[in-house]
């Protein structure tokens, strides 16, 4: 499986961000997609996760109500809408994908390469 994110940039605080990751391979092995993130000096974060399927969705506990994960299965992309952004959710965000439902940690089988988001105050 292989997985392509995109969409990270700089925001403000209280701003908004879209990250994008494509998925392609043997996306038929895959039942959870997720998101992690890393900040500077930290370990890698759970985020949000998605039922490739049935869309059920699980977060951690820092961004619920501000972060939104979604799936347009046609294009084999899951998304993470990030609203009200803080500065403390400035990392290194990595799309994931595991071979079991569900994965609510950082220890994916897939990974795609990190795309960096920014958050000023």
């Known amino acids: 499986v292989q997985l392509q994110a995109s969409g ?41 996760a998605i039922n490739w399927s049935g869309g059920t969705t699980y977060y951690t506990e820092s961004v619920k109500g501000r972060f939104t994960i979604s799936r347009d299965n046609a294009k084999n992309t899951i998304y993470l809408q990030m609203n009200s952004l803080k500065p403390e959710d400035t990392a290194v965000y990595y799309c994931a994908a595991d071979k079991v ?12 390469q990190g795309t960096l988001v920014t958050v000023s105050s």
């Open 101 to 112: 439902w569900v994965k609510l940690s950082p220890s994916y089988d897939y990974w795609g």
């Open 8 to 48: 990270g940039g700089l925001a403000q605080a209280g701003g908004s961000l879209r990250l994008s990751c494509a998925a392609s391979g043997r996306t038929f092995s895959v039942y959870t997609m997720g998101w992690v993130r890393q900040a500077p000096g930290k370990e890698r974060e759970f985020v949000a």
